[in-house]
């Protein structure tokens, strides 16, 4: 049986063109702000980390909110996690991240525009037939207006994919707050500019990486409907060369 999704959640052609370009090394994702003549060249996708998911139930959010100071100092519970209605199956999966260059020119300065283009959970290798938006739990698609997306906050254009069972323990390094003010982070700091936090007791993890606020979490479907990968795209998502 051949998988068929929602069409109000499908992507159109360049959305799914972005998808697949922006893991594709050498490829043109389009031109340097107002310099169309230089193009951005995907130059490679590297594993930054990987992402142990027990509970098979994945948040992608932001891993703090902006009103967490005020809700902690009021004794008042933070907003729920956005998290994927659909699930994957328990395990362990890498974190790519997709990297562009687009050299350009400021105020004399010359600089190699190097810049993350999306980043994935890797789900399976199996090939991808279809992209659709990924719904939250708590999105209505009913709700949903021609061509609108469900869209992820991004708090300080930082993202994360976490295991949603650990959440609590995951997230609390970026939700504690004393006088209104942030406690410094024990996490792990990755590569790419991203953190990584472990919860041991339940062999979970939460980990960082750039975006910016208001993004769309993309499906990789197989042919048989199992999602095969999840992308957050950035930067310039959705330019075509």
């Known amino acids: 049986m051949t998988w068929v ?5 499908a ?16 490829a043109r994702l389009g031109t340097v702000y107002d310099d169309p003549s230089t193009p951005v060249v995907v130059t490679g996708v590297a594993e930054v980390a990987t992402l142990r ?9 932001a891993p703090w909110d902006d009103d967490d100071a005020r809700m902690y100092e009021c004794g008042l519970p933070t907003r729920p996690p956005r998290e994927l209605a659909v699930g994957i199956p328990p395990g362990t999966y890498p974190v790519e991240v997709a990297w562009t260059a687009g050299p350009y020119a400021f105020l004399g300065r010359r600089f190699d525009g190097v810049e993350c283009a999306a980043t994935r ?28 997306r469900p869209r992820v906050a991004a708090g300080a254009n930082v993202v994360c ?18 006088d209104g003010s942030p406690v410094p982070r ?3 700091r990755l590569s ?13 993890d939460l980990v960082t990486f750039a975006a910016e606020s208001g993004g769309v979490v993309w499906l990789g479907r197989t042919g048989t409907g199992d999602v095969s990968v999840i992308v957050v795209t ?8």
């Open 5 to 9: 999704g929602d069409p109000r959640l």
């Open 11 to 26: 992507a159109d052609a360049e959305a799914a063109w972005y998808l697949e370009a922006a893991f594709t090394p050498g």
């Open 53 to 61: 998911v027990p509970s098979g139930r994945i948040v992608v959010d």
């Open 121 to 148: 959970l890797r789900v399976s290798d199996e090939p991808v037939a279809g992209w659709e938006a990924g719904l939250g739990v708590a999105d209505d698609i009913a709700r949903l207006q021609p061509g609108e």
């Open 161 to 178: 994919f976490a295991d949603a069972g650990a959440w609590t323990t995951l997230s609390a390094p970026f939700r504690t707050y004393v």
């Open 186 to 188: 024990d996490t792990e």
């Open 192 to 204: 790419h500019e991203g953190e990584r936090v472990s919860d041991e007791a339940r062999r979970a």
């Open 234 to 241: 950035s930067g310039m998502a959705g330019a075509k060369a």
